[in-house]
């Protein structure tokens, strides 16, 4: 079985910064992608930033400069640092991991429940 947990969300003023962590464990071979989501009230979800197991990263245009994403491998862990945020970032945040089990050998995509962000004008 594989479990991810995120955390780290809260309020912040405009302009705030906050560090969003994820953890994933179990019975895993290896985490190929880990990626974060956010759902704004009333809105679908959306791809915020997303890094790979060799550190290519790729971000929304809405965060591009103001959110790094980071991971480290030998924790199977990833945070989002957020920068400069903005009312328009409110959102839960979900991270998800894709990789491969290790017993049954099997692809896995693993969500952590969700924290919640919100920022203040």
């Known amino acids: 079985q594989v479990q991810t947990v995120d955390s780290g969300g809260g309020l912040v003023q405009a302009g705030g910064s906050l560090r969003l962590s994820c953890a994933t464990s179990?019975?895993?071979?290896?985490?190929?992608?880990m990626s974060w989501y956010r759902q704004p009230p009333g809105k679908q979800r959306e791809l915020v930033a997303l890094?790979?197991?060799?550190?290519?990263?790729n971000y929304a245009d809405s965060v591009k400069g103001r959110f790094t994403i980071s991971r480290e491998n030998a924790k199977n862990t990833m945070y989002l640092q957020m920068d400069s945020l903005k009312p328009e970032d409110t959102a839960v945040y979900y991270c998800?991991?894709?990789?491969?089990?290790?017993?049954?050998?099997?692809?896995?995509?693993?969500w952590g429940q969700g924290t919640q962000v919100t920022v203040s004008s």
């Open positions: 998800n991991a894709e990789g491969v089990r290790m017993t049954p050998r099997s692809r896995f995509s693993s």
């Open positions: 179990g019975s895993i071979l290896r985490i190929e992608t």
């Open positions: 890094i790979t197991s060799g550190g290519s990263t």
